[in-house]
């Protein structure tokens, strides 16, 4: 890792196999499936080091969210990041527009006896999930990198019909069970 920022030498995208999400990224960044039958994909600059990534998976709910789950839905994501060892939050911002929910986070943990950092994004629209993470090995890694993830999640487009689902005046109404 030099110290310059890292520079484009290509640009390629991934799309969701379901076509529920897509993004663009590095041609060069090595992919890899996440496993734990999760539907998306890992990203890492440098085989070398896997604990630098981009990651990002969908994710079916079992109920729609509204812009009035936002509290609970906080309360749910910050008990999950609570349980990172030597966990501190640097940064937080959450919002509701129309029924999309947006959760943000920039952490620093432990992990296998190294200080990590990482952004977490979490979006949640009608009954769907998207989780977007950028992690550095180190501080400094994920500084380096940063401009990179940035980009990625600059590109990152849901399908259509998420976004139509989560805008209340768009969204066709959906019979009370």
């Not at 296998?112 to 979490?122: E, H, M, N, T």
């Amino acid at each position: 890792m030099s110290e310059d920022v890292p520079q484009f030498t290509g640009i390629t995208g991934y799309q969701e196999p379901g076509g529920r999400f897509s993004f663009r990224h590095p041609w060069d960044w090595h992919a890899e499936s996440l496993g734990e039958g999760r539907d998306g994909v890992l990203l890492t600059p440098d085989r070398t080091d896997p604990d630098t990534y981009v990651a990002a998976w969908i994710s079916p709910l079992p109920t729609e969210v509204t812009a009035e789950d936002l509290p609970p839905l906080r309360d749910g994501f910050d008990e999950g990041l609570a349980t990172l060892p030597d966990l501190h939050v640097l940064d937080s911002h959450d919002e509701a527009l129309g029924n999309l929910v947006k959760l943000e986070r920039t952490v620093t943990f432990s992990d296998r006896g190294a200080k990590r950092k990482r952004l977490l994004r979490a979006i949640y629209a009608d009954r769907m999930q998207l989780l977007f993470v950028y992690q550095g090995r180190s501080p400094q890694a994920f500084a380096y990198w940063l401009p990179m993830g940035n980009y990625c999640y600059a590109t990152l487009r849901l399908a259509d019909g998420i976004w139509y689902a989560s805008d209340p005046e768009l969204r066709p109404a959906r019979p009370v069970a």
